[in-house]
């Protein structure tokens, strides 16, 4: 297993990655006729700076699984940890980057990033740390545009220094770069994998793209239809930087969309 | 065959697209409005006004020399060209309001005090305007002042309780539950119905009518600052809440901020309900105001005080709509595409 090294990040703080549990959990959500599953005895691990993928059909529960995670809801049963100890409400030791960039309209791109650090009391003795999470994705230039002056590409960044500036211990990515033109989506994959080797944490993120799954994690978790059980488990035994071209990468290919049920067209 | 820049510029040139760009030197419409306001101005002058039974209509020469000046005015400014550049900026969007404002005041001139063709107390030609602001302006303007006072005590105090009332329905559930079917069964009551009851509870007429003023302002503010604050996308929050945001840190930099473009469509309407009950309200109670003052006109059939005093309200109701709007437009800069006023 490839374990990123540690450094010091731009905000001058050695970061950790987190320790994730997740332990024989199952999720069911109130309808108004009734219930319906859409987790199903679901146990993984992330270890400390690890970054794993959770790759599966849309609609399959990743997402929920996610949320769970994050602390925004609780699981139905079993149990969600970090560091051994129960996930119950949000922290910012976990940050998400959402599918959506969601950045606040009325606020400036300075501003938007400096919400985590607002929301602590932190950003008066720390203001040096919004500017470096802007320069780390390359958006110095534009902290005082407005999020609607920005191309998509460019909220993602956003996006991602407001999560970054936060020197979180698990950066949770739900399809953050699902929206994106392709060749967007090219440029910010190794720009993940960079930010992720430069700052030691640990990820989780959700994608239904095989591709980008075996580009950035060192696992592959493959789930089936909802409710949601583990089907298979890659590692992609490859170092960083890694070449899309690479032919053991398409062998991995292969085998994942064996697993999804979609290697006829191979 | 290709078409080039060059191409398209001088066929437009040729078919007189370029007309208004080239000749700055002279401007035309201004000269046209002039020669009406000139035309105002002679009527106003030589057309004998008719007799209706009490002396002459006074400021009949103030308001033709009145009109000759503009027109003197306009013609400088249209021959002046470049030299005038500033004015010219800002008359040129009003070019043809400039022809049809004195093209409108040659008619009511005509109908009223050359003609006679309109009943006289009810119908007083534009000079007597003048008449009545220069001898009334001290009654006019103190009843402008406490119609104002009136106004800004009642919709400031209206629209902080229709926010605060908003704002806590939007986020409590609580407090939507208690609070919603009051709003429901009240809020569409008229304020001026409740004015009776107003002037016999309060202590005094003043108070009385502040609080209905903030009444009918609270409500629409109250009801769009709740549906604003109901529906911000649910994801700002999770953001939020991620990035370790505590319940107040969402209500004040979240949900209000979100709301705002909403509460300014209930601040837009409260001052509109606010005009309305204010008018009222001078009229049965209050004795001051620009209401009370229409009111006390009618009792004397001076009807241009009644006029003169309408076109007072006209102008302060817009100013004070334009100015919510211009703070509307300095607290949204982060919006695109709001509608000017």
């Known amino acids: 297993m490839v374990i990123a090294t540690r450094e010091q990040n731009p905000a001058g703080q050695q970061t950790s990655g987190a320790d994730i549990g997740i332990e024989h959990v199952s999720h069911w959500f109130k309808l108004p006729n009734g219930v319906l599953q859409v987790l199903d005895d679901i146990s993984l691990t992330v270890a400390p700076g690890e970054f794993v993928a959770l790759l599966g059909p849309s609609g399959c529960g990743k997402s929920t699984l996610l949320r769970l995670v994050a602390g925004l809801e609780t699981a139905t049963t079993g149990q969600v940890l970090q560091n051994r100890r129960p996930i119950t409400h949000p922290d910012p030791s976990r940050i998400v980057v959402f599918q959506d960039p969601t950045l606040f309209p009325w606020r400036k791109v300075w501003d938007n990033v400096a919400l985590g650090l607002q929301a602590r009391g932190l950003l008066k003795q720390q203001r040096q740390r919004v500017d470096d999470a802007l320069a780390l994705v390359g958006l110095s230039e534009f902290a005082d545009a407005f999020p609607h002056q920005l191309s998509g590409g460019m909220a993602q960044r956003v996006a991602l220094a407001r999560a970054l500036v936060n020197d979180p211990q698990l950066l949770i990515l739900d399809e953050p770069l699902g929206k994106l033109d392709s060749l967007t989506r090219l440029q910010m994959q190794s720009e993940l994998v960079s930010l992720w080797q430069r700052n030691g944490f640990s990820a989780l993120l959700v994608t239904h793209d095989v591709e980008e799954a075996l580009f950035l994690a060192n696992r592959v978790i493959i789930f089936s239809d909802r409710p949601a059980r583990i089907r298979a488990e890659i590692k992609v035994d490859l170092p960083y930087p890694r070449h899309r071209g690479d032919a053991r990468l398409a062998e991995l290919r292969h085998e994942a969309l064996r697993h999804l049920g979609l290697d006829a067209s191979w | ?341």
């Open chain 2, 1 to 341: 065959m290709t078409t080039t820049t060059n191409d398209v510029l001088l066929r437009a040139n040729r078919s007189g697209l370029f007309e208004g760009v080239q000749r700055i030197g002279i401007w035309r419409t201004g000269l046209l409005a002039a020669s009406v306001w000139l035309l105002l101005g002679l009527i106003t002058l030589r057309w004998p006004n008719k007799e209706v039974g009490f002396s002459d209509w006074a400021f009949t020469d103030e308001f033709g020399y009145a009109a000759v000046a503009i027109a003197v005015v306009l013609t400088l400014l249209a021959l002046a060209g470049t030299h005038a550049k500033r004015a010219l900026e800002l008359l040129h969007p009003a070019g043809q309001w400039l022809i049809a404002t004195p093209l409108l005041l040659s008619t009511w001139e005509i109908l009223t005090a050359k003609l006679g063709l309109l009943p006289t107390p009810f119908f007083a030609p534009p000079q007597s305007l003048i008449e009545v602001y220069t001898e009334d302006w001290s009654r006019i303007g103190i009843s402008t002042a406490y119609s104002l006072r009136l106004l800004v005590h009642g919709f400031v105090i209206g629209g902080i309780v229709g926010f605060l009332v908003g704002t806590t329905i939007g986020w409590s559930r609580v407090a939507g539950y208690w609070v919603h079917p009051v709003l429901r069964f009240l809020g569409p009551v008229p304020a001026s119905a409740l004015l009776p009851l107003a002037f016999f509870f309060a202590p005094s007429s003043y108070a009385a009518a502040v609080f209905l003023i903030a009444l009918a302002t609270s409500f629409p503010v109250t009801v769009l600052t709740w549906s604003g604050v109901a529906s911000v996308n649910k994801s700002y929050y999770d953001v939020a809440r991620t990035l370790g945001a505590s319940e107040w840190f969402l209500i004040l930099r979240v949900a209000i901020p979100a709301a705002l473009p909403q509460v300014f469509v209930g601040l837009f309407m409260g001052l509109g309900a606010a005009f309305s009950v204010l008018v009222v309200a001078e009229m049965m109670g209050v004795k001051a105001g620009l209401g009370w003052y229409l009111q006390w006109a009618q009792g004397w059939a001076a009807y241009s005080n009644m006029y003169a005093a309408l076109i007072v309200m006209a102008i302060l109701c817009s100013s004070l709509i334009t100015l919510l709007f211009k703070v509307r437009d300095r607290a949204l800069s982060w919006q695109k595409g709001t509608v000017k006023w």
